[in-house]
């Protein structure tokens, strides 16, 4: 049997061990389509601020550790998947046949169509090419505008912050984080970001950006005009799937998949950024572009792969940001359903924030902003769909009491008074 693995990152790296160790005589082949070893792009801003060197983004430490599982490495890019014969090619021509494909392609930075975006000073932070081209640029003092604040926006605007730039951060959305965050706890964490000195606009866009004396000068959708030394989009990823384009196999935003990460192509399966599975809650199918989340797919198609059987419960949005030493999460459907119920709880001073959302008895989403004690209890709620019964109501009131009440609903005779919560203390 021969596996064929597109794509070298945490998902292709993950489902080629996993394989190894389920089926130890199969031939695996992954194939990466930078010239560069795994690695992981969020490692990235840790480059970028000086905290590690570029093998501290290296997925795997040791060099021959993919020759040891003897697992064969390639380097090239798909451009079409012949689905009824069994092979892929790449873009320098040579084909490469499969039994059992896994399409872990990734995701690539979007670009939004704005005159000058392609001038050498405007870059995305997504791959180490990109890395070493913004630290050329991003030196202490320099004015430097980002496009997007998102959550890999968030995380790209926290490494600029310590290489000592001069930042402005341009948000389309309303809020800081729009896509993980209610508009209160958006709002706070652009409270925090600009009393930390960093300029932030929201309901804003950039629509050009020409030469000027900075040498950029960047036009924003306010009417501000920003000279600029460098630009830095983040505005977002999109899955890499065109090279499945004629093919039987079903795209959406992402390759759609069912339980077994399976698509629906019998024998081809994908996992990661490009996969776009059911939700644990409704069923619907969503990209959730996180690195456990990868992680956790690929050894789900690994495992099918090798003719086991193996299946993911659902995907849940998990999201954990630290911004600017601000810790921030978001768990299931944050955003609550139009038939249940929610709460907030707002310490604005503090910069404390907690919003539980409930379909029935069940918490279906949670918000916490401020708060590291214990959150990974709300991922357990949400995660296990665990009946809360007169609990719920309790939340509603007291909020914060939701450790006490993760404790009820997985340890029944447990007291939960014995285990205060005091969150907003």
Known sequence: MKHLILGNGPAGVVAAETLRKAAPRDEIVMVGSEDEPSYSRMAIPYLLEGNIDESGTWLRKTPDHFDRLGVRQLRGRAVAVDTQQGKVLFADGHFETYDRLL??????????????????????????????????????????????????????????????????????????????????????????????????????????????????????????????????????????????????VHVAKGVLVDARMETSVPGIFAAGDVAEAPDLFTGAHLVSAIQPNAADQARVAAINMAGGNGRMPGVLAINVLDTLGLISTSFGQWWGDPEGQGVEQVDEAAFRYLSLQFKGDVLIGATSIGMTQHVGALRGLIQGRL???????????????????????????????????????
Request: hydrophobic share 45%; charged share 20%; proline share 8%.
């Open 103 to 248: 399409v872990a392609t990734g995701s690539h930075p979007v670009r939004p169509p704005i005159p000058g975006v392609d001038l050498p000073e405007v870059q995305t932070c997504w791959t180490l090419a990109d890395a070493r081209a913004i630290a050329s640029h991003a030196k202490p003092g320099a004015r430097v505008l980002q496009l997007g604040a998102g959550f890999i926006g968030c995380i790209i605007m926290e490494a600029l912050a310590k290489r000592g730039v001069s930042l402005t951060v341009v948000e389309m959305g309303d809020r800081m984080v729009p896509r993980m965050m209610t508009p209160k706890a958006g709002g706070m964490i652009k409270r925090w970001v600009e009393e930390k000195g960093i300029r932030v606009v929201t309901s804003a866009g950039v629509e050009r950006i020409e030469r000027g004396d900075a040498p950029l000068l960047v036009s924003l959708s306010t009417g501000d005009k920003l000279p600029c030394d460098l630009v830095i989009v983040a505005a977002g990823v999109a899955p890499n799937v065109a090279f499945l384009d004629a093919t039987p």
């Open 387 to 425: 009946r809360l019964g007169a609990w719920k109501d309790h939340l509603l009131e007291a909020p914060q009491r939701f450790f006490e009440a993760y404790l009820a609903a997985t340890q029944p005779d447990a007291t939960a008074r014995r285990h205060p919560v005091a969150a907003f203390a």
